[in-house]
């Protein structure tokens, strides 16, 4: 019987290659033993089969940033790095994603959740294993519009619109300017900066309106696009927020 040896030491003997580029074709998920892809270097292995797939390379994995249509049920812990945020893995990606990411079991892990939604709210959310992605969206959030759309009952003031775009206030401050227009009979588009829970709904109630349901669009200059609920996608390497 063969004694079991690390996948990384099997490999780099019989390409052959260096332990290290071993496990960068491993953690790649080039590597398939048995037919089965396998992400880990560690992983025993004695008389299976051992394939090397004819486009491997050999470059670190880099960390990934996932864009999520939240659904309006989807109530997430904000509070701390998600180590498998629920409805995001290999069955819920986009069949839209044209990033060209190479899938991978890692690319679900270490996640931290960022732009957090209030309450009864969908629509995108970010999950980022890279630093940078999280420290700009933290530094620029006051700065950073955001795209949201109301879905509204009532009878609007006069001037209701005008006061939505200008001339409110919330928790006794005065609100900053924002872009705020019909998409159509019931529904509300805003525009707006430095967004903060219940902002929009009190807005809305101060004009006569109460907002049915809320859901955001955009965080700076990425869209949700045709994302649908539940989905998500990789952010592509040119995207930027």
């Given at each position: 019987?063969?004694?079991?040896?690390?996948?990384?030491?099997?490999?780099?003997?019989?390409?052959?290659?260096?332990r290290r580029e071993a496990e960068l074709y491993i953690e790649g998920g080039w590597v398939s033993v048995e037919g089965l892809?396998?992400?880990?270097?560690?992983?025993?292995?004695?008389?299976?089969?051992?394939?090397?797939?004819?486009?491997?390379?050999?470059?670190?994995?880099?960390?990934?940033?996932?864009?999520?249509?939240?659904?309006?049920?989807?109530?997430?812990?904000?509070?701390?790095?998600?180590?498998?945020?629920?409805?995001?893995?290999?069955?819920?990606?986009?069949?839209?994603?044209?990033?060209?990411?190479?899938?991978?079991?890692?690319?679900?892990?270490?996640?931290?959740?960022?732009t957090p939604l209030e309450r009864n709210t969908g629509g995108l959310r970010v999950f980022t294993q890279d630093w940078r992605?999280?420290?700009?969206?933290?530094?620029?959030?006051?700065?950073?519009?955001?795209?949201?759309?109301?879905?509204?009952?009532?009878?609007?003031?006069?001037?209701?619109?005008?006061?939505?775009?200008?001339?409110?206030?919330?928790?006794?401050?005065?609100?900053?300017?924002?872009?705020?227009?019909?998409?159509?009979?019931?529904?509300?588009?805003?525009?707006?900066?430095?967004?903060?829970?219940?902002?929009?709904?009190?807005?809305?109630?101060?004009?006569?309106?109460?907002?049915?349901?809320?859901?955001?669009?955009?965080?700076?200059?990425?869209?949700?696009?045709?994302?649908?609920?539940?989905?998500?996608?990789?952010?592509?390497?040119?995207?930027?927020?």
């Open positions: 019987m063969t004694v079991p040896v690390r996948l990384a030491k099997y490999l780099a003997s019989s390409l052959p290659c260096s892809v396998v992400e880990e270097p560690q992983f025993m292995v004695s008389q299976q089969q051992v394939t090397l797939h004819p486009d491997a390379q050999l470059t670190p994995v880099a960390p990934v940033t996932l864009l999520f249509n939240q659904p309006f049920d989807y109530t997430p812990a904000d509070t701390a790095p998600l180590t498998n945020p629920v409805q995001i893995n290999a069955a819920t990606q986009s069949p839209d994603d044209c990033s060209g990411i190479h899938l991978l079991k890692r690319h679900f892990v270490k996640l931290t959740p960022c992605v999280e420290r700009k969206l933290k530094e620029d959030a006051q700065t950073m519009e955001q795209e949201y759309v109301a879905e509204v009952a009532g009878e609007l003031s006069p001037e209701g619109l005008k006061l939505l775009n200008h001339g409110l206030k919330f928790n006794g401050k005065p609100l900053a300017p924002c872009k705020v227009s019909w998409q159509n009979e019931t529904r509300l588009r805003f525009a707006l900066k430095g967004v903060m829970p219940g902002q929009i709904a009190h807005a809305c109630q101060a004009v006569g309106l109460q907002v049915l349901s809320l859901k955001r669009l955009r965080i700076g200059r990425i869209s949700m696009g045709k994302l649908q609920p539940g989905q998500w996608r990789y952010l592509m390497p040119h995207e930027r927020f």
